[in-house]
């Protein structure tokens, strides 16, 4: 199968006006100038690899779109199939919460989270993304360990993340913006949410136990099963070179410039979202994906919670990478695949997967059309008719 007269992103450059074809879910043969007859015609639209999406929070509110009104679980998992290929994400990574205190309340236990992560492994055949698991271990709560480790022992789980929530650093470094928040949001006065965030510092802190044997412990047993490991908010240079001796290979939303270069100069690749990045700024008064991205700091983008944010990031910081649309397209496919040891992904290069996205970039950009291993799983109709969707979007 062709796809002719398309902007090729490749790795390094742009094909201005090139052509690919497709045999056995693999790229075959890539050209620099139109063919003839080609089965796909792009009329001059972008074509992508697909996104490899690292970090997306969306498992959760699709199970249960609202406060205790929970769906089928097959229904949520579809739906959340349904956002990922619309984005043009081929592979995705549930991020999924093990962190039983948190504002979620049973969303976040181990055994809901336990749920949901078994039951996207046994859907993965019946869903049209690639779809694997991020499991985010809250390094304050080391009776959860178990429950990680028979995740990990039994194939469940593909990237462990180590949080830590706690006020007063990382995410929440700012204990009085924190409360502020709380205030706003749970209607309590100033002194209450206040007193709220102390209780919260003094619960985890009872709790936690020995962090850093805890650490040590998940770390070996990623290490022994292959799991990939990354920190989680970063805040400080000392965070950084903790988390690298403990075998992480990937900072994800590091919340300070400082926490950032460290981790580019202890070689993790720096992660941070899509959202972030589309906005211009940390909805919670982080760094900004686009201030780390003007200082070569920024490595990969992740949805975190808003997959069709990561097309119109891509384009946005395009315009000032230093490889242009190609250095800004690698965020979204190469380099997250080459950080979670996806090598048969993430380019558009001969014997590779194909995996890619069909998109314009007029606007803010728009994805026209998905395919996975040559295999069409999403198209809005605008593309040429010859395309056959395996399913209604």
């Known amino acids: 199968m062709w796809f002719s007269n398309f902007r090729v992103v490749r790795a390094d450059r742009v094909i201005p006006n090139g052509a690919l074809r497709v045999e056995g879910g693999r790229i075959a043969e890539i050209r620099e100038t139109p063919v003839a007859g080609a089965e796909i015609e792009g009329d001059g639209l972008l074509l992508m690899p697909g996104f490899v999406d690292m970090h997306g929070d969306m498992i959760e509110r699709e199970v249960e779109p609202r406060p205790g009104v929970k769906m089928p679980m097959e229904l949520g998992l579809r739906d959340l199939d349904r956002r990922l290929k619309v984005a043009g994400v081929t592979t995705g990574y549930a991020a999924v919460s093990f962190n039983p205190q948190s504002l979620h309340g049973h969303l976040r236990s181990h055994a809901h989270s336990s749920e949901m992560l078994r039951a996207l492994k046994r859907m993965r055949g019946e869903l049209k993304v690639d779809h694997r698991v991020h499991a985010r271990f809250e390094v304050n709560y080391p009776n959860g360990l178990s429950v990680v480790e028979a995740l990990i022992a039994e194939g469940t789980v593909d990237l462990l993340s180590l949080t830590d929530h706690t006020p007063g650093q990382g995410q929440y470094r700012d ?91 202890a070689g993790l690749l720096t992660a941070m979202g899509a959202p972030n990045a589309l906005r211009g700024e940390s909805y919670s008064g982080n760094l900004s994906a686009r201030e780390a991205h003007a200082a070569g700091l920024l490595d990969i983008l992740a949805s975190d919670y808003h997959p069709s944010a990561i097309l119109p990031a891509v384009l946005i910081l395009g315009r000032t990478d230093p490889d242009g649309l190609a250095g800004a397209v690698r965020l979204a496919s190469a380099n997250p695949a080459r950080a979670l040891g996806l090598s048969d992904r993430g380019e558009i290069a001969p014997g590779l997967r194909a995996d890619l996205v069909v998109a314009d970039d007029t606007g803010v950009g728009h994805v026209r059309a998905t395919f996975r291993e040559g295999r069409a799983i999403f198209s809005d109709g605008s593309v040429a008719e010859r395309v056959r969707t395996e399913g209604a979007v």
């Open 175 to 265: 204990i009085e913006a924190l409360a502020a928040k709380i205030a706003a949001s749970e209607g309590l006065a100033p002194d209450d949410a206040a007193h709220r965030v102390q209780e919260r510092i003094a619960e985890r802190r009872a709790a936690g136990g020995d962090t850093e044997a805890t650490i040590a412990q998940i770390a070996e047993v990623c290490a022994r099963h292959g799991i990939a490991l990354a920190s989680h908010d970063d805040d400080t240079a000392e965070k950084v070179a903790l988390m690298q001796a403990m075998g992480a290979v990937i900072s994800e939303f590091p919340v300070t410039l400082e926490a950032a270069a460290a981790a580019k100069e």
